[in-house]
């Protein structure tokens, strides 16, 4: 099991500014419904420094329900939580895991980050 690419959170270039219609003759009873695009990166991340964007490659994490080309949101800021999933480094591969002790507590462990999210391709 490898990650295929790992990726910080990166801020858009494009920001969105609703404004008016720019249109001829009778104006569009729609345009005072005019919204801003939803920011997948303000939603889903809660510090874009410390955030990261991992794409599976492989199923050997059914068990977890991450299956191949899964991207999984990664927050290295996030405390341990035990009962949660993470990506954790042992003997120098990165691994998933559902932390049942804190990894502070075996030394062959080291947490890399807490998962937030895990997006699924479903076409």
Known sequence: MEFDYVAPVRVPDEVHQAGTSEQTG???PATHYLESRIDLNRILTKNRDATF???VKGDGYRE???LDRD???VDRSL???VGKLAVVVEDGNFKIERL???PKDREE???WGM???IIHDVI
């Open 109 to 111: 462990l080291t947490l």
């Open 115 to 117: 998962i937030t999210f």
């Open 64 to 66: 977890h329900h991450i």
């Open 79 to 81: 405390p341990t939580c």
């Open 71 to 73: 991207v999984l949101i």
């Open 100 to 102: 049942a002790s804190n």
């Open 26 to 28: 009778f104006p569009s």
């Open 53 to 55: 964007f991992i794409r």
